[in-house]
Structure formats: structure tokens, C-alpha cells
């Protein structure tokens, strides 16, 4: 069941990808990531959240985001940043390099296969890099993100077998036969990665960890957050949640806000709003369906309830309008219900 709560996070929050660069490189090189401004319009325009990801091909390299440490990459591996911080991918831990500039990321946009970029002049290739990109919303409730780690590398230990190294292989394929079709393949591909890295990274989490994603693991609150996801409108009690949990109604409580950080009913408040707020950016639905939809009976109540939460009427929302930042005070619910039945 914890499955089914990350695929819905990630249909819900509009998870999509791009693969833009193959870089082929000879020792010294250096490559500087571009910045989420001019990288996102070209995936998902209206999207506030970039993830960068390099798959390593061939050869060796350093990952690190600007002023902190390097990383060292081998071939077979990825290194997502998963908040797209100032990154350089080079050949040692210490080479300074540029962004692209505005006319390469408009060719690489462009391009029906990922653009190359060849720092290999005279001699032999050392490394072999396939560069893109994440693109989903932040607002007004991902808990994936704030579950992250800056940077996450991942590999398949086993040598080859795992769905790692199948993309890196396929990956490889496509960006050398260049055959209609690549960069869709790539995209889809890419984002078929992200979710194998974010069950690595699940799995190797301590045992103390907390956070959303160690929700994910936890037996208990993992189905807790499967039931929220899978029926967001029905009239969910901590009560009726930790019966089909297999926990004490205090127990589920206590232990759901220890390991997600929030009590069930917060949690459940906050992501009806994350379902509102991608049905009403669609732009094709009523505000009255909509609040139906996510288990509100009228459509005063749920706007109600959505100003308080998100800071703007739904009406604003649907039109761009953000609030400046988003108030303290979600819901009142620490205790079982939301503060205003839906």
C-alpha cells in the first residue's frame, strides 16, 4: 500500500521530466548546472520545484553543490539534486565552471534528442554523463520534498540487475542511435528513475529516521497514509484510520505525528488541498465539483477552508494568485477532526 501513496503523490504533485545534455568529457572539464528559472518554463511551465539528475555512462567525476563537499561518481551511478542547489559536475572536487548560456539551453530545449556537448578534443574520453531534469509542484503541500536530502546518489550494488542499470543501458542506447522518439523514451525513462532512487533511499534509512518517506516504511503508517490517499473524501477519523491500521486510536495518533510530523487529520486537511489546488490549476472543473470531489458537501464550506489553509480563495488560485507565504495555521485538528467539517 505505501506504494500506492508515492504514485499518488507523484500523479497529484505533476511529476515530469526532461533529458536535455550528453556530455562527453576529457580530463579537465567542468559543467555547471543551470538555474531553476531557466530550466522549468522549458519542462513544466507554472511548476515551482526543479530536480536535477546526472546519470554517470563512463569514466568517473565530483557532484557538489557550490561550497560544499564533493561527491565522487562512478559509471553505473545517479546523483539527483533534489532541490536543483548550484551544482558542478566535474573531472576533480575542486574545478570552477559557468551555466550554460541562454542560447544552449534554448538549442537543448529545442532538440529532439538530448543536446551534446563534447569537451573531448584531442585525446581520449574519460567520462560519459546523460544530464536532466524533474520538474513537479511544491505548493501548497508536497511532504516528498521536504522528506529529501539535498543530493541522493544511488547505484545498483548487484552490478547490473536492478532497474538502475537497465535505465543507465537504455539510456546509453537511445542517446547513441538517436532514433525518433529518444527524448520522449528519456523522459519517461527519467522518471521511472527517480522512483527506483526514492525506494533506494527508502530503503537504506535508519532505523530513527523520520519523515514521509519513513512513513512509507513504517507498517502501520504506511497504510494509514494509503487510506488517505486512496479515498481523500471519505469521513476519516483517527478513530476509523487506526481501526484499518491495526493500531489503538492513541497509538496511530502518536505514532503517525511522530514519524510524519503532523497529526493524521492535519495530514489528511492538507493533502485534499494539494488535490484541489492541481484540479482547480487545471482549469476545467467547478469549484463545487471540486469540493465535492475531496469530501467537502458545499462549495461555501471548502472555500472556506482552502482560504484558511492556502491564503487565497480558490477563485485566486485557479488564476496564478499565491499568497506571499502560507499561514501557521493549516487546520486546528491536533486532536481527531478538521476544524471545519466538511
Known sequence: MAGDALSDLLKKVRLTGATFFDIAAQDPWAV?????????????????????????????????????????????????????DPHIMSSTPDLRADPPTADVLEIAAASQTPFPINFVKDGSQSARLVCGYLACDALPFNP???????????????????????????????VAEKRAGSETVLTKLSELMFVDVLRRYVESLPPQQTGWLAGLRDQHVSKALALIHDRPAQHWTVEALAKESALSRTVLAERFAKIVGMPPMHYLAKWRMQIASELLSAGNRNVASIAMEIGYESEAAF???????????????????????FGSETASETEGEPAEQP
Open 303 to 325: 472555500s472556506r477552508a482552502f482560504k484558511k489553509m492556502i491564503g487565497v480563495p480558490p477563485s485566486a488560485w485557479r488564476l496564478g494568485v499565491r499568497a506571499p507565504d
Open 144 to 174: 516528498l520534498l521536504e522528506a529529501l536530502p539535498p543530493v541522493i546518489k544511488a547505484g545498483d550494488v548487484r552490478g547490473d540487475g536492478g532497474w538502475l542499470g537497465q535505465f543507465i543501458k537504455l539510456a546509453v542506447s537511445e
Open 32 to 84: 555547471c548546472s543551470p538555474s531553476p528559472a531557466s530550466i522549468l518554463p522549458r519542462i513544466l511551465p507554472g511548476a515551482d520545484h526543479l530536480i536535477s539528475y546526472h546519470v554517470l555512462t563512463a569514466g568517473r567525476c565530483f557532484a557538489r553543490i557550490i561550497g560544499k563537499e564533493a561527491i565522487p561518481v562512478e559509471a553505473g551511478e545517479v546523483v539527483v539534486f533534489t532541490r536543483s
